[in-house]
């Protein structure tokens, strides 16, 4: 669940279970996700005769529509041609709460995050692991039509299509997606002063666990990138670098710098976490990052930099083998190799020395029967 710090003027709005928005439209019917900017709605529109079901994002009351980079970047580019990669607005609106006044963007229903493919298309149910490509491909696409309009994007914001909720009833929606769990909030009697306007919700709701769905077949193999927090316009802005430490490129680390091939580097994290589930570095830090730490963890993985700026193929070969061994342990199959070659190939200490993303598209591991 969200901090409850968050509830307080210019934070969140305070929803509860059955809550309209947009002057009765929109009725809440669970929580799908949420971030320290906003939290998402599950929704039924009830303007359609039909049942109908959207996402409704609604932005921290500090975050004004001139201030939402996904809207700009959007609006700015003209990009609706290629919604089958991106999660675009279909429609906006504001909505009044005790912490001030909220944008709410109305989006489609996605599902989990991709950390969760591995588990869901399993070699029960994916034997020749071929949906993980799938899934692995449309990603890959995706950053290389947002690098064709020259915008930068941190690709760890990456979600699985859903199939449409449209013509269910609610039960059998929440039949599919799990009942949603509450938590009760109290205030201390001792709060001084205690608080008068309600700034938080009477109790939190839990997103939906889509590992306890009851229907897999709901979600599909298809990457959909829904977060552009970071994405910025080349040579107009410069990029904004909240990149978690895990998916962040050297050159991020170490000179607070970065062009396209940040975007390279962080895909090859979020791909090996594709098919893995697990993040391919993990880099121990708390408040602050010893640089040192960064370098070891990455190290450890690819090799030391004078040895990889010495010789790209020895050492991309040496990384590919301790990317299967982190992955797979020893035992690997060609399949696995030829898929953490080409994960190797992506993670160069230095930018120019990585492939362009639209090149990975060609890589023969994606056809690999």
């Known amino acids: 669940m969200e901090k409850l710090v968050g509830y307080q003027p210019g934070g969140h709005h305070p929803i509860h279970l059955g809550d309209e928005l947009c002057n009765g439209r929109f009725r809440v019917i669970h929580k799908l996700g949420y971030g320290g900017s906003s939290i998402v709605w599950l929704c039924r529109d009830q303007s359609q005769s039909n049942p109908t079901y959207v996402a409704v994002k609604i932005l921290v009351a500090h975050l004004q529509e001139a201030e939402c980079r996904e809207l700009r970047v959007f609006q700015d580019q003209n990009l609706h041609h290629l919604s089958r990669y991106f999660c675009l607005p279909k429609e906006q609106f504001t909505s009044e709460s005790p912490n001030g006044t909220h944008l709410c963007l109305v989006l489609p229903v996605l599902g989990p995050t991709v950390n969760h493919a591995a588990w869901i298309f399993n070699e029960e149910r994916d034997p020749d692991g071929i949906m993980l490509r799938q899934v692995s491909r449309s990603l890959v696409e ?30 059998q929606v929440l039949e599919k997606l799990g009942e949603p769990k509450t938590r009760s909030i ?184």
């Open 142 to 171: 995706a950053v290389a039509s947002l690098h064709s309009y020259s915008i930068y994007l941190r690709p760890a914001n990456v979600v699985l299509e859903l199939q449409s909720l449209d013509g269910l009833e609610e039960n």
């Open 186 to 369: 109290t205030i201390r009697e001792d709060s001084n002063p205690t608080p008068d306007v309600p700034h938080a919700p009477k109790y939190m709701v839990q997103q939906v666990d889509f590992q306890e769905t009851t229907d897999l077949g709901l979600i599909l193999p298809r990457a959909v990138i829904i977060d552009f927090g970071q994405a910025v316009k080349m040579a107009v802005e410069q990029p904004p670098f909240g990149i978690p430490t895990d998916y962040a490129a050297p050159e991020v680390i170490w000179k607070r710098s970065g062009g396209r091939e940040v975007d390279t580097w962080s895909l090859a994290c979020t791909l090996y976490e594709v098919r893995v589930g697990k993040h391919l570095f993990e880099v121990p830090h708390l408040v602050v990052l010893d640089e040192d730490d960064y370098e070891y963890e990455i190290s450890s993985v690819i090799g030391e930099r004078m040895k990889e700026l010495g010789d790209g193929s020895v050492n991309t070969a040496a990384a590919a083998g301790q990317i299967c061994k982190r992955a797979f342990g020893d035992d690997v199959t060609a399949e696995q190799g030829q898929w953490a070659e080409m994960l190797a190939g992506l993670l160069r200490y230095e930018p120019h020395q990585r492939p362009k993303v639209q090149e990975l598209l060609k890589n023969a591991w994606f056809d690999t029967p």
